[in-house]
């Protein structure tokens, strides 16, 4: 496991030695977030009862920042080594796909989280949230955050240039996530629309890591735990055929 242990070093040193814009910056992000839709819509957009809307708001913002920073993390890394041509380097030692595949996705999580405790610190220190069933919350964030990571790998496998990648964030990552429940309860939208907002699996992420605050969610806690475990084997397993493979990584 030396080699595994190695490359999640150099992981979590290429996002730390930058922290100021891969930690600090959408930390200031999310704060911006909660000041502007926290005080235009909270007297217009009805959710939970017995919540308001700005502290309904924190946990939406959390889970986005670490998904987005997670997803950031390993497309990024991986971009970057096909483009400068560093990628030989981890090539080259007898790492397997599981090893590859554990420390970009760990290292995911980690930059995902330390975003994620950063954005809560900030946004609790001027609206107090409490705790309903923090299990919930540590469960959903680590998944979360590990499946973004693993999308990050695919993204990073696939694209052969910076703009194919800004596409796969731009297109799919940004949407998913701004459509997945954020800044509203899905019990807002009429049926159809809240029907097609099942369809999208960043809603249970959201959905239930927002539970572990309130004790309330749009639907079963247990229920989007099962889908967003389900989503991220169905995920990893993919990744880590492609890393096998060697698909636009060794040919």
């Not at 839709?37 to 308001?52: E, I, M, P, T």
Request: charged share 10%.
């Amino acid at each position: 496991m030396s080699g595994f242990r190695t490359l999640f070093y150099k992981e979590l040193l290429r996002f730390w030695k930058v922290s100021f814009q891969t930690v600090l910056a959408p930390i200031v992000t999310a704060l911006l977030y909660l000041m502007i839709f926290g005080h235009a819509l909270r007297d217009h957009v009805q959710v939970y009862s017995g919540v308001g809307y700005t502290s309904f708001l924190i946990p939406g913002l959390v889970m986005m920042s670490m998904l987005q920073n997670a997803f950031a993390n390993s497309s990024s890394s991986l971009i970057q080594s096909k483009i400068t041509g560093n990628l030989v380097f981890v090539l080259l030692p007898p790492l397997s796909h599981w090893e590859m595949f554990g420390a970009y996705v760990l290292a995911s999580v980690a930059r995902g989280l330390a975003v994620g405790f950063g954005v809560f610190i900030v946004t609790v220190w001027f609206i107090p949230v409490s705790f309903t069933a923090p299990l919930f919350i540590v469960l959903f964030a680590v998944l979360g955050s590990a499946i973004l990571g693993t999308l990050g790998v695919i993204a990073g496998i696939w694209a052969e240039k910076f703009d194919q990648l800004a596409a796969f964030q731009n297109f799919i990552i940004v949407p998913l996530t701004f459509l997945s429940g954020v800044f509203y309860s899905t019990h807002s939208l009429p049926p159809g629309w809240r029907e097609v907002s099942r369809l999208n699996p960043f809603f249970y992420m959201i959905d239930g890591f927002r539970y572990g605050f309130f004790g309330q969610s749009d639907i079963n806690p247990l229920v989007s735990l099962a889908i967003v475990a389900a989503f991220f084997v169905v995920l990893a397993v993919l990744a880590m055929r492609l890393l096998a493979s060697g698909y636009k990584l060794r040919y």
